[in-house]
C-alpha cells in the first residue's frame, strides 16, 4: 500500500492499493465549492476520449500529486511512469485487461502461469525485451521493499518459482492457486525494465540521477528536481509511434495554482484536478471537463486496538451521523456517489463474473443517516463519552480537512467529542509506511484517507484491512478478527474459478461491510481537465496503471 509519493510494502495481498492524500496533499482550490451542484446531479462518466489524429510537438502536463519521488515502478505511484515503462499485460480504460508486452500470460492449470513475450518488441535504446528481462523484473516484486510484494506472496520461492521455459517464455508457479495475479501484472506489478540498465544503475535506479530504460511509448529525455520532468516519443513503439512528441511534466501540488494555470493554457492538462473549482473548469473555454469512473474513496478507520475508534458501535454511529449526499456536494462538489463498502463496483465492472460480484454488492445494506439510532449506539458502546476522539489528517488536504470537520460536527450531534489531529505531510504517510510502529498512532482513534486499488480485482483492500496482521493484514490495527471472514477471503484468493472466487468474496463481504473497519463516506470520480486542441487521454481510474497519452493527439 502506499501513500501519495511513498512507497510501503503490500505484505501478502494481490493488487497494489494506494492511499492518495499523504505525502504531497494537495491544496484544493478555496476549498469552497463554485457552482456546488446536488450530488444528485446527473454525471456522465467517461473512460477515455478519442483518439488523437494529428501530430503535436509539445505537451505540458500539470501533476496535482506534485514531483515522483521515483520513476522506477514499485516505488512510487506518479502519472509519468505508466508512459515509460510498459507492463506484460494492459488495464483498459474500462478496467478490463489485455495483452502488453506478453501477447498471452494466462494460468495453464491452477498453478502455472505462462507468459509468452510478444516477439519484436525493444527498449528505448533499441536492445530487445528479453526473457531474462522479464524475469529480472517480476523478481524485483519479490523484494518487500516493493510495493507489489503481495503480488507474489504466492509464488514457489527460489529459481523454481519464476524460470525461463522457451526461447521467448517464462513460467511462473505457484504454491497455490492465484486469483490475483493476472490482474496484478496488468499494472505495475508487471513493468518489464531492462535487466543490464536495472543492475547497472543499482540503488539509484528510477531515480532523477539514476533514470531507467523501459519499453513504453515515451523515454525520459531528462529530470530536473524541483523543476519538471521531461519524455519523448519513443518512435519504435512497438504499438507505433504517439502523436505527441514531448510531454513536459511540471509540478503543481497547489490546486489554486494548477487550476489557474489550467484555465489561462499555461497547462495543457492535468488528472486529479481541484473538484471544488468544477464550475470553473466545466465554464471554461479553453479546455474540456472530464469526469471519469474510478475505485477511489474517501474512508476514515481505526488506529488502535483500544480506544473510541477500536469499538465498532462508535464506527457505525458515526456513519449514521453523517448524510453522504451532503458530504459529497460539500467535499466532492457532487463529483462522487454513495458506497456500501470500501471495494468500489468498478473494481469488479469487467470481471466474468460481475453479475455475482453486483448481486453481492446490492445486497448490502446502503448507508443512511439516522441521528436517533446512532446516539442509541453510543450509549450502548459502553465507552467513556468524556473523552476526546482524536481523528488524524494530512495537513494541506483540503478535501480531508472538509471531512474531518464533517466528522467532528457528526460526533457532536451524538454525544460525542473530536479532536482534529492535523499532522505534516511525511509524518501523516508514515502511519501508514512504517505500518507496525504503534507510537506513531497512540493517543489517536480514528485516521481519514483518501485509497484507490489501481488494477481490477477486489481483494486489495479486505486483506490489508480484515486478515490478521501475519497473514497480510498491515492496517488491521484494531485487532479485527473473524475466522469466517478470514477464510472467505483466503478462498477467494486461492479459488481459479472466477464465480468461485467471487461467491467466496462475496460470502466474506456480507459480515465484513457492516462492522465497517473501514467506513466509507463516498466513492471519488476521476477528474481531468484537458485542452480543447488535444484528445485521447484515458479518463478512469486506469490512467495509473496504463500508457495513458498513447493516443493524445491533436483533434
Known amino acids: 500500500m502506499r501513500i501519495r509519493g511513498t512507497a510501503a510494502a503490500v505484505v501478502a495481498v494481490g493488487a497494489a492499493v494506494v492511499l492518495l492524500a499523504g505525502c504531497t496533499p494537495r491544496d484544493n482550490g478555496t476549498g469552497t465549492p463554485t457552482g456546488a451542484p446536488a450530488s444528485s446531479t446527473p454525471v456522465d462518466l ?46 483498459t480504460p474500462d478496467f478490463g485487461v489485455e495483452p502488453g508486452i506478453a501477447e498471452s500470460a494466462e494460468f495453464v492449470d491452477p498453478v502455472t502461469f505462462v507468459i509468452d513475450i510478444r516477439p519484436g518488441v525493444t527498449f528505448w535504446d533499441g536492445s530487445p525485451v528479453t526473457r531474462d528481462d522479464v524475469v529480472y523484473s517480476l523478481e524485483r516484486d519479490r523484494d518487500q521493499r516493493s510495493a507489489f510484494y503481495g503480488a507474489t506472496v504466492l509464488i514457489v520461492p527460489g529459481a523454481d518459482g519464476i524460470a525461463v521455459t522457451g526461447e521467448n517464455q517464462v513460467t511462473v508457479r505457484f504454491v497455490a492457486p492465484d486469483s490475483t495475479f493476472r490482474d496484478a501484472i496488468a499494472g505495475g506489478a508487471g513493468a518489464v525494465l531492462s535487466k543490464a540498465f536495472g543492475e547497472q544503475a543499482g540503488a539509484a535506479l528510477g531515480t532523477s540521477a539514476g533514470g531507467v530504460l523501459c519499453a513504453g511509448p515515451y523515454k525520459l529525455d531528462s529530470w530536473t528536481p524541483g523543476q519538471d520532468i521531461v519524455t519523448v516519443a519513443n518512435d519504435t513503439y512497438w504499438g507505433g509511434a504517439p502523436e505527441v512528441k514531448k510531454i513536459t ?10 487550476t489557474n494555470a489550467l484555465l489561462a493554457g499555461e ?32 474512508s476514515f478507520g481505526p488506529t488502535r486496538s483500544e480506544g ?14 453523517i448524510d453522504r449526499d451532503q458530504y459529497i456536494q460539500t467535499v466532492l462538489n457532487g463529483l462522487g456517489e454513495a458506497q456500501s463498502t470500501f471495494v468500489a463496483p468498478f473494481s469488479w465492472e469487467s470481471s466474468d463474473a460481475a453479475a455475482t460480484y453486483k448481486a453481492g454488492y446490492d445486497a448490502l445494506e446502503a448507508p443512511t443517516t439516522d441521528i436517533a439510532a446512532a446516539k442509541e449506539l453510543v450509549q450502548e458502546s459502553g465507552e467513556d ?21 464533517i466528522m467532528q460536527s457528526a460526533a457532536q450531534q451524538i454525544g460525542l467529542t473530536a479532536e482534529i489531529d ?23 482513534d480514528l485516521i481519514a484517507a483518501t485509497g484507490y486499488t489501481e488494477t481490477p480485482g477486489v481483494l486489495a483492500y479486505p486483506q490489508l484491512f480484515l486478515l490478521p496482521v501475519d497473514q497480510g493484514g498491515i492496517f488491521n490495527w484494531s485487532d479485527y478478527a473473524d475466522a469466517d471472514v478470514t477464510a472467505a477471503l483466503q478462498t477467494a484468493r486461492t479459488t481459479p474459478d ?58
Open 46 to 91: 467517461v473512460s477515455s476520449l478519442p483518439a488523437g489524429t494529428t501530430a503535436v510537438d509539445e505537451v505540458t502536463w500539470g501533476l496535482a500529486e506534485g514531483e515522483p519521488a521515483l520513476l522506477a515502478p514499485g516505488g512510487d505511484y506518479n502519472f509519468v511512469t505508466p508512459n515509460l515503462c510498459d507492463s506484460l499485460l494492459r488495464v
Open 249 to 258: 511534466y511540471k509540478f503543481v501540488p497547489d490546486g489554486t495554482t494548477l
Open 422 to 444: 492535523e499532522r505534516q505531510a511525511a509524518d501523516y504517510a508514515a502511519m501508514f509506511s512504517d505500518p507496525f510502529n504503534e507510537s506513531l498512532r497512540a493517543d489517536t
Open 498 to 555: 472466477a464465480e468461485g472466487a467471487a461467491a467466496a468474496y462475496v460470502d466474506a463481504q456480507a459480515i465484513f461491510a457492516p462492522d465497517q473497519l473501514q467506513v466509507t463516506l463516498a466513492g471519488a470520480y476521476h477528474t481531468t481537465f484537458l485542452s480543447n486542441d488535444l484528445t485521447g487521454v484515458v479518463t478512469s481510474i486506469a490512467a495509473y496503471s496504463s500508457p495513458w497519452a498513447l493516443a493524445l493527439g491533436g483533434k
Open 385 to 405: 463519552t468524556s473523552v476526546p476522539l482524536r481523528i488524524v489528517i494530512p495537513a494541506g488536504s483540503t478535501e480531508l480537512s472538509q471531512t474531518a470537520a
Open 308 to 321: 473510541l475508534g477500536a469499538n465498532p458501535k462508535i464506527r457505525q454511529a458515526l456513519s449514521l451521523a
Open 267 to 298: 497547462i495543457d492538462g492535468a488528472y486529479n484536478v481541484p473538484p471544488a473549482n468544477r464550475g470553473e473548469f466545466e465554464s471554461s473555454g479553453t479546455g474540456t471537463f472530464v469526469v471519469g469512473p474510478s475505485t477511489a474513496s474517501f
